[in-house]
């Protein structure tokens, strides 16, 4: 489905306070100012919808706006430091890709949130360099994948509770994962009987 951005219709507004940045008519594809590398808006597929964990879909209060200007956080932890850069937007409506009046990334790793406030989804979409393809906003599934750093490969992709990404050690991203199976384990094991004869009191969901 055609999201409203790309039809022209209820195009997204900036916030007060958020920095929203200027909107740029010029061609997003062709050659950065980095050099030859081709870049491209254009994504090979709209990203699938994520939601937080225990949080059924759900109409998210809240203003069209957006992209926000580029906003970032520092992170330090062994050999391992950076910083998460970051652009956000919501609106009524899924996206096919990031807004084009969004900056050009300057740094890989760079990471585009979408927030559809009629059911509280979110798409993301990370800034690669792809081999033969260039640069471009790759869309990533955070329910099935473990989302790479594209410079650091000890961090993996995660959203926080508040829906801002981080990128995270693997060591961490692992112990989340660990957590929300042993959950969703528990969540599914379920007392089963017939009659007088019980079949099962609970499932064992190990350690």
Known sequence: MTSPANSGKGRAKTPPGKGGLKRD?????????RGMTPVSFQTPARP????MEG?????????TFGPTKLETSQFRSHNSEGETAWHYS???????????ETAIPRML???????????????????YDR??????WQPVDLNNEQVPHPKI??????????????WILNSTATTYRSRS??????????????GNAPIADSISTGS
Request: aromatic residues 8%.
């Open 181 to 194: 199976l042993k959950r969703s384990r528990s969540q599914s094991a379920v007392p089963i009987s017939t």
């Open 55 to 63: 949080k059924a879909a759900t109409v998210v209060s809240g203003d």
């Open 48 to 51: 699938p919808k994520y939601f």
């Open 90 to 100: 919501q609106a009524p409506y899924d996206l096919d890709a990031p807004l084009p």
């Open 131 to 136: 081999e033969g393809r260039g640069l471009l």
């Open 25 to 33: 008519n010029s061609p997003v594809a062709g050659k950065s100012a």
């Open 153 to 166: 490969s000890e961090r993996s992709l995660k959203l926080t509770s508040t829906g801002k990404p981080s």
């Open 109 to 127: 790793g760079t990471v585009y949130v979408h927030r559809n406030v009629s059911d509280g989804g979110y798409q993301v979409w990370v800034w």
